[in-house]
């Protein structure tokens, strides 16, 4: 990416929570994550906060080509001679992404950045080895694609604009059965000629509008490229960048003046040093509801809520633990109670998984024991889970559980009876899933 140095390997990471925009069910965009050191170290929470975001793609930026081969994950190798060496775990790790409940579809390597030599390496070993099975090039990414399970390898070539290389490193992974997409800001040229000589393996147009690329016209490069764009923004930061608000308008106007379906944020590990800024989630949010889409997946749309307990403070209302945010939340002035959701329309649905994300502040307010109950009529109850000594380790947790159902309901109803010690009681958000 043009303008942004490498970052440290993150640690610490806070789950974040679900959407903050109301959103139309019946239009799918496509919202993209670019991240860096805290999609290798965070391990479990990390994938889980991706999950429950809204965004339908993680980008892990970035992949570095050595001179010889090698892959390099930032500063962690990844792949050597044809094996994978990286963390043991993340295979793993990276395969839960898309594991329901979730809003991930897809899972991309970018390759390259701004002031670094990797499209040059690719260029020299396809003009010392060629891009065959037996070359260093189609084992390590053949031996990378297998052992994280991705969907797609990004160009992000801001170091060697050489159209003959770029396009049969392209060929090479198309042949390995991914997909191509392109993260321009300059030169459209390079990106015209690559693009038309790989021809349907490339589906997808990142375009940076930010740093170097700030005065891209989405509807310009959708006209030159012949595909319409993707366009992306960096989140807010100290120094600049956008707010989830700014995002959503910007996405909005690019919509009506480009046709846009998707969009991307710069990047993970700069909005968890800003929290201030907005979460991932806030972040999915703008793309996906300028665009018309909701993707956190959860069947709680459209329906009415119901609690055991009125009086709740203004903006902290029973509905606000349903209306896809992590940044409101539903509070009574009780230690225990219960909060349902009944489908609009006259709908059931089968749920096997729900989530729970405790709120902002003050642990001994978050649900401890508790059972999840499922109705036909909001009279007769059948438990479906039943949790004790539950603790959430951070404000904006999510935590999901999973249960067996066959049964469709038309209310779902979480029965708290115990906290964790305070006097009040208070949820941020509650998703169910099929």
């Known amino acids: 990416m043009k303008g942004k140095a490498f970052k440290a390997l993150m640690s610490c990471l806070l789950l974040l929570g679900l959407l903050p925009w109301s959103a139309s069910a019946e239009t799918i965009s496509e919202s993209v994550i670019y991240g860096g050191g805290p999609f290798y170290a965070g391990g479990t929470d990390t994938m889980n906060t991706l999950k429950a975001s809204g965004f339908t793609t993680v980008m892990l930026w970035t992949i570095h080509v050595n001179s010889n081969g090698d892959l390099v994950y930032n500063d962690q190798p990844v792949v050597s001679n044809g094996t994978y060496v990286g963390k043991a775990s993340w295979p ?3 395969a839960s992404l898309k594991q329901a409940p979730t809003s991930v579809k897809r899972l991309e390597i970018s390759v390259g950045s ?3 030599s990797d499209f040059q390496n690719i260029k020299n070993l396809v ?5 065959g099975t037996g070359s260093i090039l189609y084992k390590n990414f053949a031996a990378l694609k297998s052992a994280l399970g991705v969907d797609a390898v990004s160009f992000d070539n801001e170091d060697l604009y050489d159209v003959n290389s770029a396009v049969a490193f392209g060929k090479m992974l198309s042949g390995m059965g991914l997909k191509i997409t392109l993260c321009p800001y300059t030169n459209v040229s390079y990106w015209q000629s690559v693009k038309s000589q790989l021809g349907s393996s490339v589906d997808r ?3 940076q509008v930010y740093d170097g690329g700030a005065g891209n016209d989405p509807a310009a490069w959708s006209s030159q490229l012949g595909m319409t764009v993707m366009p992306g923004l960096d989140s807010k930061t100290s120094s600049g960048g956008n707010t989830p608000a700014q995002v959503n308008s910007r996405m909005s106007a ?3 003046s480009a046709g846009i379906q998707g969009g991307f944020i710069w990047y993970y590990d700069a909005i968890l040093n800003n929290p201030g800024g907005g979460s991932a989630a806030d972040y999915a949010a703008a793309i996906n509801s300028a665009l018309g889409a909701p993707a956190n997946g959860s069947l709680t749309t459209g329906g009415t ?3 055991s307990a009125m009086g709740s403070p203004s903006g902290e209302e029973k509905e606000k633990a349903f209306d896809g945010s992590s940044s409101t939340k539903w509070l009574i002035f009780t230690n225990a109670g219960w909060i349902q959701y009944q489908f609009g329309g006259g709908a059931s ?8 994300t405790s709120a902002n502040d003050f642990p001994a ?5 508790w059972s999840l109950q499922g109705s036909n009529n909001g009279t007769s109850w059948t438990t479906l889970d039943t949790r004790t000594g539950q603790t959430f380790a951070s404000r904006f947790l999510t935590k999901t559980y999973t249960f067996s159902n066959t049964t469709a309901y038309s209310y779902y109803r979480l029965n708290v009876t115990a906290n964790n010690g305070g006097a009040e009681l208070q949820i941020a958000e509650i998703g169910l899933y099929p």
């Open 365 to 369: 307010r978050d649900p401890k024991n």
């Open 305 to 307: 809520v119901s609690a």
């Open 92 to 94: 793993a790790e990276l």
């Open 205 to 207: 147009v990142y375009l």
């Open 254 to 256: 690019w919509k009506s």
């Open 349 to 356: 649905h089968i749920a096997t998984s729900y989530s729970v």
């Open 114 to 116: 701004w002031g670094v």
């Open 127 to 131: 003009a010392t080895q060629g891009t």
